[in-house]
């Protein structure tokens, strides 16, 4: 038997469903390979910002740092600023653990339309930069006799990019073998054509990957004119953040979005957790689709070392999806949490 220990951070709103809702299944496949799944759950959350003052304990990095991989719901509550649960809580885990790859896969799945008239095959894998870039507390706001300024740095380092693209660089050679790099080297005059240049020094390592650079603008509407085409994507941190939002819901819900943030290295723990937020909106009602959060738990187990484990959670997703019986609402259906989940963990008992 091998274990693992697991920090599972639920969160908020939606989070506390489709977390449950994902240990079940994980542990459904896990244990026919003989793993097990230590988890310690954390309630840090908005909840928990509101009795104490802080997201997390001040000990917290350390906790998780004893963790073999992080599994997070969702954080996020319409009474806390999303800068500070954001800020508080998942950034600072991204930054002390490393986890420099925000790897967003998004596969139209079988049976799911995708609102696209055409889409055809569409399965891409988007590759975002996660601890440096426009997503920095560098800058501030000031008072000016000609009114107020707010300014908001970015942060590009060499290193930073280098790693995060020869990670994508790696990672399309071992798919399609195509990539594409997110820029805007016409508008933004510092950053960008530093990361354009640093791309071309890493694509010139990877002759075998077909690749070029587009315009992030140019590069949407292609996610919308021509999804077939897309292999691997890769991005800053702000570019990658908004593209993955955009490749979701080509793929028909942001309810089955998945997201890994990866320490490669494997020094430190990695983090696991659904594109998608809190959804205040629908949360406490049973509803929420709880495929993103399983086929984060799917990315998980590969991480962990357990392939067959994540290849029989993504093929039970595939057969879940097919039937139309088990949508939820967001894919137009009726299904509850509970129905969804209760098949995943059924189709891995008859697997
Ligand atoms: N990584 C995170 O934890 C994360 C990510 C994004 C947003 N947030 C936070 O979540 C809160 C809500 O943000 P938002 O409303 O902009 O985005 P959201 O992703 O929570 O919701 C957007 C829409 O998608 C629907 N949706 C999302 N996930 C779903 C699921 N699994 N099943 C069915 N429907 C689903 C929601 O009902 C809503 O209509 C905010 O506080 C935000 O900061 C957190």
Redesign the pocket.
Known sequence: MIGHRIAAIP?????RE?LPAAQRVLDAAASRYDVRLSWEELPWSCAWYAEHGAMMPADGIDRLRETDAIF???????R?P?HV??WGL?IPIRRAFDQYVNLRPARLLPGLASPLRDCGRFDVAIVRENTEGEYSDVGGRFATPAGDVAVQESIFTRRGCERVLRYAFALARSRGGRLISATKSNGIMHTMPFWDEVTAEVAAEHPDVEWRRMHVDALAARFITDPEDLDVVVGSNLFGDILSDLAAAVSG???VAP?ANLDPTRENPSMF??????????AGRG???????VWCGAMMLEHLGHPEAAADVLAAIETVTADPVLR???LGGKATTKDVTSALVDVLAKA
């Open positions: 969160g908020d709103g939606i989070g489709v997070v719901g969702a954080i996020g509550h319409p806390v999303d649960s954001l998942l819900s942001l309810g997201s957790e659904p594109v998608h937020g809190s959804a205040p909106d629908i509803v929420a689709n709880p495929i993103a959060q939820t609402r967001d």
